[in-house]
Nanobody, 126 residues
Framework: GLLVESGGGLVQAGGSLRLSCAAS????????MGWFRQAPGKKREGVSA????????YYRDSVKGRFTISYDNAKNTVYLQMNSLKPEDTAVYYC????????????????????WGKGTLVTVSS
């Protein structure tokens, strides 16, 4: 299976970007999908996730109310709509997916991850 991200770029603070992640070689059935990010010199952190079975979502506190995760089964694509972007959102964003039995719904951890992409860079200027 393969995940390929797109949609990153340079945006001013307060702006918006929508990241896309196209999956191939597997479907989202029975999976949780989500996004990680890693800023320069910082640890990788789980940003958001979605349960393909019931549509429930997780967001880390710093992005709640600004980011929205969604997916389109027909297109086998996951999205991350990012609004009101801040300079501290600057990072490489990675699309990820794992089996639902590895996902507790309260935190998006790298444990048990089955698929991940190469990442897309988001840069937010002040």
């Amino acid at each position: 299976g393969l995940l390929v991200e797109s949609g990153g770029g340079l945006v001013q603070a307060g702006g918006s970007l929508r990241l896309s992640c196209a999956a191939s070689g597997f479907t989202f059935d029975g999976k949780a999908m989500g996004w990680f990010r890693q800023a320069p010199g910082k640890k990788r952190e789980g940003v958001s996730a979605i349960n393909s079975r019931d549509g429930s979502t997780y967001y880390r506190d710093s992005v709640k109310g600004r980011f929205t995760i969604s997916y389109d089964n027909a297109k086998n694509t996951v999205y991350l709509q990012m609004n009101s972007l801040k300079p501290e959102d600057t990072a490489v964003y990675y699309c990820t997916a794992k089996n639902l039995d590895e996902y507790g719904g309260y935190y998006w951890s790298w444990d048990g991850m089955n698929y991940w992409g190469k990442g897309t860079l988001v840069t937010v200027s002040s």
